[in-house]
C-alpha cells in the first residue's frame, strides 16, 4: 500500500506564479487535510475535506483553494504565490468513525520555495 | 480558541540520558495523540491515549495522560541515536474534531 502520495516533492516559485499540490490516498479515508510547516510553528491546518463533497477552511487558509476531486484526491492551489507560502506541505488522511484507526496518515510532503 | 502548548521546543541530551517532553491543552481533551518525525521525514503516529490517568508503554516510550485530560507527557529513557526527530503531541478541537498540534520538541542525540 502506498498509503499518501503528494508530488510533486520539490517546487521553486517565482512570486505570483500558480500551482497545484496534489495528493492521493488509497486507503478508503473518509477525511484528508493539508498542512503547513514552518520553523518553530510546528503543524497548521489550511483546509481539510470531512468527506467527499465538502471542503473547509482551517487555521491558516488565505492564499489557498482546494479540491476534493473524489474520495481519493484532494488538491491544493495557489493562485499567485508569495514568499510567505515558502513552507513544507503535508497532506493527510483520517478515517474517521473506525476507533482503531483514527490517527493522521501523512504523505511525505512538498517543500516549496517562493522566490 | 483552543491551543495545545508543548514544551521544550528544543532539546539536547547525551545518548543515555533520558528525555522528556510535555503537553498541555487550553481545554480538557477526549483523546492525546503523539507522532515522531524524523529529519527531512513527515509526522508517524506513535500512540493514542483516552483515558484520565492512562499511562501506555513503548519500550523504552513512556506516554502518559493526566488526570484532568489537559496534559500529557512522553519520556524516553537512555536515548539512543535513533530516537532524533521532533515530537509532537495533537488534540482533537475546533469544528469536527480536526487534530491541534503542539510546536513540537525537536531532540537531538550526541553520541
Known amino acids: 500500500n502506498a498509503g499518501v502520495t503528494q508530488t510533486p516533492k520539490f517546487q521553486v516559485l517565482k512570486t505570483g506564479q500558480s500551482m497545484t499540490l496534489q495528493c492521493a490516498q488509497d486507503?478508503?479515508?473518509?477525511?484528508m487535510y493539508w498542512y503547513r510547516q514552518d520553523p518553530g510553528m510546528g503543524l497548521r491546518l489550511i483546509y481539510y475535506?470531512?468527506?467527499?463533497?465538502?471542503?473547509d477552511k482551517g487555521e491558516v487558509p488565505n492564499g489557498y483553494n482546494v479540491s476534493r476531486l473524489n474520495k481519493r484526491e484532494f488538491s491544493l492551489r495557489l493562485e499567485s504565490a508569495a514568499p510567505s507560502q515558502t513552507s513544507v506541505y503535508f497532506c493527510?488522511?483520517?478515517?474517521?468513525?473506525?476507533?482503531?484507526?483514527?490517527?493522521?496518515?501523512f504523505g511525505a510532503g512538498s517543500r516549496l520555495t517562493v522566490l | 480558541g483552543q491551543q495545545v502548548m508543548q514544551i521544550p521546543q528544543y532539546q539536547h541530551v547525551q545518548e543515555g540520558e533520558d528525555f522528556t517532553t510535555y503537553c498541555n491543552s487550553s481545554t480538557t481533551l477526549s483523546n492525546i495523540q503523539w507522532y515522531k518525525q524524523r529529519p527531512g521525514g513527515h509526522p508517524v503516529f506513535l500512540i493514542q491515549?483516552?483515558?484520565?490517568?492512562e499511562v501506555k508503554k513503548q519500550k523504552r516510550l513512556t506516554f502518559q495522560f493526566g488526570e484532568a485530560k489537559k496534559n500529557s507527557s512522553l519520556h524516553i529513557t537512555a536515548t539512543q541515536t535513533t530516537d532524533v526527530g521532533t515530537y509532537f503531541c495533537?488534540?482533537?478541537?475546533?469544528?469536527?474534531?480536526?487534530?491541534?498540534f503542539g510546536k513540537g520538541t525537536k531532540l537531538s542525540v550526541k553520541p
Open positions: 475535506s470531512a468527506s467527499e463533497g465538502t471542503t
Open positions: 491515549l483516552v483515558k484520565s490517568g
Open positions: 495533537a488534540g482533537p478541537g475546533g469544528s469536527q474534531g480536526n487534530l491541534i
Open positions: 486507503m478508503n479515508h473518509n477525511s
Open positions: 493527510a488522511s483520517r478515517d474517521r468513525g473506525n476507533s482503531g484507526a483514527n490517527v493522521l496518515t
